[in-house]
């Protein structure tokens, strides 16, 4: 797959990158039946505690109803499918297929078949007005991987096709350019610690990027954007995955973070901050 200069000069300038037909029809249809089997497999298991779930009555909606009825009973069942999904053959060949690495390089000015290591490629569950607030403010990535990492990232619907009612992801065309922005640091039990400041945010004009089923978002890890919220009937499933060029000086496999990664993570946010303090 190779990219236009334009395409190329728009990464650049945008710090992102949408591109049409990118997942095939064939791909995405193995994935869809692979979910709807896992939430199938929950309902049963659901159904054993609550007498009141009638299988029959989810057949042909598990997608949408199927998991909002399980979040419902127990959200413990929507979080071993999303724990579930990601190291399935049928989710492995859409996160790890080899145009990604392709186009990525190809927007980094790489040679197009040097390797990246793919990190936390999940496919995200998101219900309608999500009751577990999993949303996150404005944000950059930066702070939430191996510290001073050189990645990309992507975004990509599975199911549904990305709207502002379902919550598609928003960001800050050119905010990019700036670097690290100016964030705080919110010391509390949130998933997202890291959030862009106010007055950041309002020297730019937000997108909402609106995606088809097929499409994927490729951009820059110091993008400034976030998740919509959710206020659709539907539930969001959207490829969410972190792409590190091995060749950058601080890359370091994961698992060696994972055990003082919160005190890395504060540590690298200090450095970015103190210093020009």
């Known amino acids: 797959m190779l990219l236009t200069e334009e395409q190329k000069k728009s990464f650049v300038d945008n710090g992102f990158l949408i591109l049409d037909d990118f997942f095939t029809n064939s791909e995405l249809l193995d994935f869809k039946n692979m979910l709807i089997y896992l939430i199938q497999i929950n309902l049963k298991k659901a159904s054993k505690i609550n007498s009141e779930l009638v299988l029959d009555d989810f057949k042909g909606k598990e997608l949408d109803d199927g998991i909002i009825k399980l979040e419902e009973i127990d959200h413990q069942f929507v979080a071993n499918i999303y724990d579930t999904l990601f190291q399935t053959p049928q989710f ?21 078949n040097d390797p990246t290591y793919i990190d936390q490629s999940r496919c995200r569950i998101d219900p309608p007005l999500d009751p577990n607030k999993r949303t996150c403010g404005w944000h950059q990535e930066v702070f939430y991987y191996i510290p001073e990492s050189d990645f990309v990232q992507t975004w990509a619907p599975l199911i549904h096709d990305a709207t502002k009612e379902n919550g598609a992801v928003e960001v800050c065309p050119g905010s990019h350019l700036e670097g690290i922005a100016k964030q705080s640091n919110l010391e509390n039990d949130e998933l997202y610690k890291f959030i862009v400041d106010d007055r950041v945010i309002k020297k730019y004009t937000p997108l909402i990027a609106e995606l088809k089923v097929g499409q994927i978002l490729i951009f820059n890890s110091k993008l400034i954007h976030k998740s919509g919220r959710n206020s659709s009937k539907q539930v969001r499933y959207s490829l969410v995955g972190i792409n590190h060029n091995l060749a950058n000086e601080f890359f370091e496999p994961p698992n060696i973070v994972v055990a003082d990664k919160e005190e890395k993570m504060k540590k690298y946010y200090s450095k970015v901050f103190e210093q020009n303090e």
Do not use: D, F, S, V
């Open 92 to 112: 492995l060949r859409i996160t790890a297929k080899k145009e990604i690495t392709y186009c990525i390089n190809q927007l980094l000015g790489r040679n197009e």
